[in-house]
């Protein structure tokens, strides 16, 4: 006897038998059942265009969980610690004791890191960005003013107080250089980024003396009242009422580079 012919009925029966195609690789998933008869019917004509959007979902879902899981939490959170604890020790020198250049540089005995390697290192990191706009500071409190301009250009900050004194102190390093317009554009985008009764009107004030250096009068007084009008309880608001009368009576409270040079 042949081995087909050992084989029985039922054998030769299940060799025959097609595989159900809501099987496969889905195992015993009822397809039909769970999409619709309209639903199995189109994944059934579009398959591979289906089972291709499937696997990119999948790749996506598994792709942000390890980013949160693994780059985020075991990467990045402690890169950000380790900053800020690298951070706080150059401030403290910076505006605890006004070391601003150990705050650049860091401690000559490398205890720890200045401003300037610290926005290197951490670049891109929220420490970095602070660690850079702390170097602008530092370089223009130190009499450099090229550095504290080219540092503060880079930082942009989200924030009504930060971002604000950011742009204004490009203005108080360009007026340090003599460059009295440059001052005067971040003074004015200064004080008119946000509108708040603490930043605004020492930017006004700032603004309009530079407009009184260049003998611009007119527009420094529209400045003055503007500022005594919309920040009434600003404590610049008297100073800047007084500051406009003087000018309407044809006498600048500031004295002009020509006046100093006679």
């Known amino acids: 006897m042949s081995l087909e012919e050992k084989k029985s009925p039922e054998t030769l029966e299940n060799t025959n038998e097609t595989q159900d195609p809501k099987s496969s690789l889905l195992g015993n998933i009822d397809l039909e059942k769970i999409l619709g008869e309209s639903g199995y019917d189109y994944y059934q004509e579009n398959k591979q265009k289906v089972n291709t959007i499937g696997i990119v979902l999948i790749l996506v879902i598994v792709g942000l969980l390890g980013y949160n899981l693994i780059w985020k939490n075991m990467i990045v959170l402690p890169k950000e610690k380790k900053s800020i604890e690298e951070l706080w ?17 860091g401690d000559s005995l490398g205890l720890f890191s200045g401003f300037e390697s610290i ?97 611009k009068y007119d527009e420094a007084i529209k400045i003055y009242e503007t500022l005594y009008l919309k920040y009434p309880n600003s404590t610049l608001s008297l100073k800047a009422e007084k500051y406009m009368e003087s000018l309407k009576l044809g006498a600048p409270v500031y004295a002009t580079s020509k006046d100093i040079s006679k």
Request: with cysteine; charged share 25%; hydrophobic share 35%.
């Open 89 to 105: 020790r150059a401030e403290s020198k910076a505006f605890d004791f006004n070391d601003w250049s150990t705050a650049i540089n």
């Open 119 to 215: 926005s290197e290192e951490y670049s891109g990191y929220a420490s970095g960005d602070i660690a850079t706009y702390n170097l602008g500071i530092s370089h223009l409190n130190n009499g450099d003013y090229d550095n504290a301009i080219e540092m503060l250009k880079k930082v942009s900050f989200d924030d009504e107080l930060l971002g604000t004194i950011a742009i204004g102190a490009i203005g108080d390093a360009y007026m340090q250089n003599g460059s009295v317009s440059d001052a005067f554009t971040y003074y004015e985008k200064a004080y008119k980024r946000r509108d708040n009764e603490l930043t605004s009107p020492i930017y006004m004030m700032k603004a309009a003396f530079c407009l009184e250096i260049e003998e």
